[in-house]
């Protein structure tokens, strides 16, 4: 029998079609259908200024919009042979860890409403609150920040805006430690989560996983540590794990937090002075640039013509993790609840995943946008 | 006498249905800050699950697109009498920034199916949110209640 969930379901957040082939209650395979939320945003940023496409790439996503805007900012300084500031850099990094502690609490609180753990999924999002009025203090926005320009950020920080975060973050360690362990150490929720949607570590190669996700299967990558700034300036350590199942994804998403305190905390107290923009020559020609978003790498592919973009591709991280769900994790002997919280587990974000496909580069007359 | 508690027990309680049309899924993650303990949604009476057979009020967050044509009138059909709907962002009044050349966006919603209330911004905070949900759907819900008669 086929079980089909979504696209508008109590258990689903965003629209995708699920449709679970079950024998009695155990699930035999799974396929996902997507392109519910598909807006062609690299369409229409063909033949704009990157003034206007910067624009519209924050609004890829709505959870991890600001990651976007610096990769798209990062591949034009590439393009451009410039770098931005050090103080940029800096305040990229503040806030770009501080979208992530938010993304990964808001991704563990998904897991925990679709085990029906009421009590974590509020204490995930009352941690998530105070981090969230970080993002707005330091950007002046919740979600979408505009905070990104090529060649800096759009505005400098105060003192004593750095040290509120400072006190946030520090109000966050302290909490943090006690939900924590009420997951870690919790019976229960160890029974539900412990050895279900397992993905071996071949199999998250082949299905190329990335991210928390990759992580969890034991693929010891992430972007940051081949980023410039991170690798010149902060000290941390790439979180990792073997077993590959709900509960390892998500402790990997649970142990990336205290890293990125971490970073926050010397971020904050490195801090140097200077500039936080400069004029940037738009140069011509192709470049690429990798960033480490919440969910897994994050690929730009622009090319420009001085001024205007002329083709762009954006490579996001749920493409590939959903796919490995349809395709490794729900493919074993498990229940049909089991099998969605394996998909919260995956951390799916549909808005990002519906992305152009474009065949037959080298023609330039045939191009399918999907 | 029936009619009059009838209104109390709609206002006291309303089901909401998010539906997500093509978003990016700001709007949709500011309703989820909305279940948090800080603005605490469900001490109002409101309960977001998901389920457009039981819903009173339908979120709508994002531009309408292809799949969303249909599938949304049928959505409409589907929620039972009385029914309001609310359209969250700045994407289905106008279509925001992708009713461009290039994008494949159908804005506004209107245009599909009737709306009671519009809350621009992109996105708007949850506290608007949450405002534009009380002033309107209560007494919405309990003159349409009754208008159906």
Request: with cysteine; aromatic share 8%.
């Amino acid at each position: 029998m086929i079980v089909p969930i979504g696209p508008i379901h109590p258990a689903l957040k965003e629209p995708a079609r699920l449709k679970l082939k079950t024998k009695g209650e155990r699930v035999i395979s799974a396929e996902i259908d997507l392109g519910f939320v598909h807006r062609g945003i690299e369409r229409i940023m063909e033949g704009k200024p990157w003034q206007k496409g910067i624009y519209l790439s924050e609004r890829v996503c709505g959870i991890c919009s600001y990651v976007h805007t610096q990769t798209f900012a990062e591949t034009f300084e590439k393009i451009s042979g410039v770098q931005a500031p050090l103080r940029a850099q800096y305040l990229r990094v503040i806030t770009n860890e501080l979208d992530r502690i938010q993304s990964h609490l808001l991704a563990n609180s998904t897991f925990f409403k679709s085990v029906e753990h009421e009590t974590l999924f509020m204490y995930m999002l009352k941690m998530r609150e105070p981090i969230m009025d970080a993002i707005e203090l330091l950007t002046g926005n919740r979600v979408n920040m505009g905070w990104n320009i090529v060649g800096g950020v759009r505005m400098d920080a105060k003192d004593e805006h750095l040290q509120k975060i400072h006190e946030i973050i520090l109000k966050l360690e302290k909490e943090f430690d006690t939900y924590y362990g009420m997951y870690a150490e919790g019976p229960f929720l160890r029974l539900r989560s412990n050895k279900v949607g397992r993905m071996s570590k071949k199999e998250a190669i082949e299905g190329r996983a990335v991210g928390p996700i990759g992580r969890g299967s034991g693929i010891k990558k992430d972007y940051r540590k081949s980023h410039h700034t991170y690798k010149d300036n902060f000290d941390f350590k790439v979180i990792w794990r073997k077993d590959g199942d709900n509960f390892a994804r998500n402790m990997n998403r649970f142990d990336e937090i205290p890293e990125s305190i971490k970073i926050l905390k010397q971020a904050i107290e490195n801090i140097p002075s200077g500039d936080t923009r400069i004029p940037v020559e738009i140069g011509r020609g192709y470049g690429e640039w990798i960033n480490e978003a919440p969910r897994g790498e994050v690929r730009y592919m622009v090319e420009t013509n001085g001024n205007l973009i002329k083709n762009i591709s954006i490579r996001t991280p749920s493409i590939m993790n959903i796919d490995c769900c349809a395709r490794y994790m729900l493919n074993d002997a498990m229940t049909v609840s089991d099998a969605i919280a394996t998909y919260a587990s995956v951390d799916p974000c549909i808005a990002c995943a519906e992305r152009v496909i474009v065949t037959n580069e080298k023609n330039e007359k045939i191009k399918i946008y999907l | 006498m029936l009619d009059s508690l009838k209104d109390v027990i709609r206002k006291s309680s309303i089901h909401v249905c998010l539906i997500n049309t093509g978003g990016c899924n700001g709007c949709d993650i500011e309703v989820v800050a909305l279940l948090s303990p800080r603005y605490d949604l469900e001490q109002y009476g409101i309960y977001v699950h998901n389920n457009p057979r039981e819903a009173d009020v339908l979120l709508i967050t994002g531009p309408v697109t292809e799949q969303w044509k249909e599938n949304l009138r049928r959505i409409y059909t589907k929620t039972p009498e009385p029914k309001i709907v609310v359209t969250l962002g700045s994407c289905p009044v106008s279509g925001d920034v992708f009713n461009q050349e290039g994008g494949c966006v159908y804005a506004p919603v209107s245009d599909f199916i009737p709306v009671d209330a519009e809350v621009p911004g992109c996105p708007p905070r949850p506290s608007e949110i949450l405002e534009s949900i009380l002033s309107v759907a209560p007494g919405a819900i309990a003159t349409k209640g009754r208008q159906r008669k």
